[in-house]
């Protein structure tokens, strides 16, 4: 396992909390986003802030870390790709295991269990997941988005009563293209 940097953003550290259960702090800070925070259609731009209140509270185990996450989100319309701009506010709450007072064999058994390293919490993958969780698996501008025009791809938003009496003929699309531009 590779030890976590102290000073990362997103690396908290909880000797001050000390382990006598029922012992709880507050943290409130701001860290820039970590890149591909989200999904690829709609994320937190890398380094945009990232808000986290967060309590700790030493519990037998370990360290229960709750809290929010809140940011801004940036993405487009999975219907007619108009870019999406947004606000994101999540909450999230884990147990990070003491690693000294568990033993390895246990800890082989069970990956999914987060531990503190040295006394550290490594936020990131519970932010990770917190944000992809609250993130619609299709993105769109508005609930009722009608996309695009099927035939000519117009954006069917800026026009409600656009329609197409019938397909167009390629002949008269030809004569039409004519009248436009005349010098063509
Ligand atoms: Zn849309
Ligand atoms: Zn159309």
């Not at 908290?12 to 986003?33: F, M």
């Not at 988005?145 to 954006?155: A, T, W």
Request: include cysteine; glycine fraction near 6%.
């Amino acid at each position: 396992m590779n030890g976590l940097d102290p000073r990362a953003p997103l690396v908290l550290d909880t000797r001050e909390l000390g382990r006598r259960p029922g012992s709880q702090r507050e943290v409130s800070r701001t860290v820039p986003a970590p890149a591909d925070l989200g999904i690829e259609v709609l994320s937190v731009p890398e380094g945009a802030p990232v808000e986290l209140d967060l309590r700790l509270e030493a519990v037998m185990e370990g360290v229960l870390v709750t809290g929010t996450a809140s940011a801004v989100l940036e993405g487009e319309c999975a219907r007619c790709l108009e870019p999406i701009h947004d606000e994101l506010e999540v909450t999230f709450q884990e147990l990070f295991v003491y690693d000294d007072i568990r033993d390895s064999a246990d800890a082989e058994e069970d990956d999914e269990v987060s531990m503190l390293q040295d006394d550290l919490v490594d936020l990131e993958p519970l932010l990770r997941d917190a944000v992809v969780l609250a993130l619609p698996f299709q993105p769109l501008c508005q609930d009722d988005c009608p996309g695009l025009c099927p035939e000519c791809g117009v954006r069917l938003i800026d026009e409600p009563d656009h329609a197409h009496e019938a397909p167009i003929d390629p002949r008269w699309a030809a004569l039409t293209k004519l009248e436009q531009d005349p010098t063509d």
